[in-house]
């Protein structure tokens, strides 16, 4: 066994490193709820054409906790959920709140992609049906559903998964329309949220929008508005699906991006 449960770092430095950590060769498919409370399901990322790199970790993990902030770096640096590849966390054993406060903790907050409990979320499940039994297990499946990295170790810096990545032809790429930003957040309020039908856009501080973008979490641009530099406008989301969404607002000063639900 290539990495056990940690009780020392001695211990974690000490064993060996002979077997992958899952011995599916095929992914199994999977629908998960994170931590917001959106639904995510493995097989329709995949047939965006994406390829998804699965983080298994508990929240006492001492090895999770060293290695997590190089995964969350690599999220960026293959951007931010909105490129070539997807990430997304998947825990064993623990709460929802058990999570949060572990992001809280080793990753300063909500790291941007999704995180998924193993007691609430379903991550117990995924935990089984991959056969992990030692953490944390990084895994990367490509869009056909062959899991081309079975184990991702050992993992010292955001540059290990690199190397990986890199005989899978991807490459470092920006996170698409700033989805990672808050700019201008202090003078742009989006309300209700979660919203229904209509969702209402207001600035402060004399800023004016320009125009609206509205993306999914897989950065696909769903919906573009123009305005004539307004201080109020209302946004009809009535098309959306039920889900998560980020929406870009131009202004005459910059960009600012929203996170919304539709309920």
């Known amino acids: 066994m290539k990495k056990i449960y940690l009780l020392t770092l001695l211990l974690f430095l000490s064993v060996s490193f002979s077997k992958a950590q899952t011995t599916l060769t095929t992914a ?3 629908t998960v709820t994170d931590l917001d409370g959106n639904s ?11 390829y998804v790199c699965l983080d298994f970790f508990f929240t006492t993990c001492g ?3 060293a290695t997590c902030p190089y995964y969350k770096q690599t999220f960026t640096n293959y951007g931010c959920n909105t490129q070539d590849v997807y990430f997304m966390s998947i825990d064993n054993g623990n709460t929802n709140a058990e999570c ?8 300063g907050g909500p790291p941007g992609y999704p995180t ?3 007691n609430t979320g379903g991550g117990n499940g995924v935990v089984t049906a991959y056969g992990i039994s030692a953490f944390p297990t990084y895994i990367l499946i490509a869009p056909s559903h062959t899991i081309v990295e079975q184990d991702m170790w050992p993992i010292s ?13 991807l490459t470092y790429k920006a996170c698409l329309s700033g989805i990672t930003e808050e700019n201008l957040a202090n ?8 919203a229904v039908d209509n969702i209402i856009i207001e600035t402060a501080n004399s800023e004016k929008v320009n125009s609206v973008k509205v993306y999914d ?4 641009l769903l919906m573009e508005e123009k305005a004539n530099d307004v201080e109020r406008m209302e946004l009809n989301i009535s098309t959306l699906e039920k889900g998560v969404y980020y929406m870009e607002l131009t202004t005459q000063t910059g960009k600012a991006v929203k996170k919304f639900n539709k309920a």
Do not use: M, R, W
């Not at 399901?41 to 054409?49: D, K, P």
């Open 63 to 65: 090895p999770c906790q």
């Open 217 to 220: 979490v897989l950065g696909k």
């Open 28 to 30: 199994v498919d999977f």
């Open 157 to 169: 810096s955001a540059a290990s998964f690199d190397t990986y990545f890199s005989a899978h032809g």
């Open 40 to 50: 995510h399901n493995l097989f329709s990322i995949l047939a965006a054409g994406k």
């Open 187 to 194: 003078s742009i309020s989006v309300f209700p949220n979660p």
């Open 100 to 107: 949060q406060a572990y992001e809280t903790t080793y990753l």
């Open 116 to 118: 998924i409990s193993g």
